[in-house]
Nanobody
């Protein structure tokens, strides 16, 4: 069982920045892939970014160049730095972990981009 706790969401103006954090209850070195997904009202959940145990990263085309995923293995925490935010980035952001023994989701954190 891996418990994931997200934080850092909130309301920001277009062009602003936010940093999301996802604290894991297990060593993230033992987790194959961690990532962020998001779900906007009326839309399906979509991939935002992932980072592997080998530190390889992957981004959705819509966020590439604006968002950066990173991790701190000593804090067992994954981050999503979001810059140049747009209204279409408004969604609930979920942390995700794909471990050898199962897949896990956090409870989600709301990000609202609005003037």
């Amino acid at each position: 069982q891996v418990r994931l706790v997200e934080s850092g969401g909130g309301l920001v103006q277009p062009g602003g920045s936010l940093r999301l954090s996802c604290a894991a209850s297990e060593s993230i070195n033992s987790i194959n892939v961690m990532g962020w997904y998001r779900q906007a009202p009326g839309k399906q959940r979509e991939l935002v970014a992932t980072i592997s145990s080998g530190a390889s990263t992957n981004y959705a085309g819509s966020v590439k160049g604006r968002f950066t995923i990173s991790r701190d293995i000593f804090k067992n925490t994954v981050y999503l730095q979001m810059n140049s935010l747009k209204p279409e980035d408004t969604a609930v952001y979920y942390c995700y972990a794909a471990a050898p023994w199962g897949n896990y989701w956090g409870q989600g954190t709301q990000v609202t981009v609005s003037s």
